[in-house]
Nanobody, 116 residues
Framework: QEQFVESGGGLVQLGGSLTIACVGSGRYTNTLVVGWYRQAPGQLREPVAQILSSDQWVNYADSVKGRFTISRDTAKNTVYLQMNNLKPEDTAIYYC?????????WGPGTQVTVSS
């Protein structure tokens, strides 16, 4: 079963930037649609961005469109999320998983906190 491990989160000021990464344990990371999700305190987990294996298709939630960029490095089995112009409402634990998500593939997530 393929699992993801996220990293790169931290504390950043309003308007700042941060890039987070997730590494997949198996070959499907490079062949299936992988997405970033986030869960804020007291909120449901929501999809943020997705990328197709060929990099020819990406999709973003309206709330992050124009600020976040998803990319992947197939040689490293890694998917990145570059986040610019961060806002307090971006504060959440960020996870990656397939689209649709596989329950057994959730990793520990990485905390992103935006201070105002």
């Amino acid at each position: 079963q393929e699992q993801f491990v996220e990293s790169g989160g931290g504390l950043v000021q309003l308007g700042g930037s941060l890039t987070i990464a997730c590494v997949g344990s198996g070959r499907y990371t490079n062949t299936l649609v992988v997405g970033w999700y986030r869960q804020a305190p007291g909120q449901l987990r929501e999809p943020v961005a997705q990328i197709l294996s060929s990099d020819q298709w990406v999709n973003y939630a309206d709330s992050v469109k124009g600020r976040f960029t998803i990319s992947r490095d197939t040689a490293k089995n890694t998917v990145y999320l570059q986040m610019n112009n961060l806002k307090p409402e971006d504060t959440a634990i960020y996870y990656c998983n397939f689209l649709p998500p596989v329950d057994s593939s959730w990793g520990p997530g990485t905390q992103v906190t935006v201070s105002s």
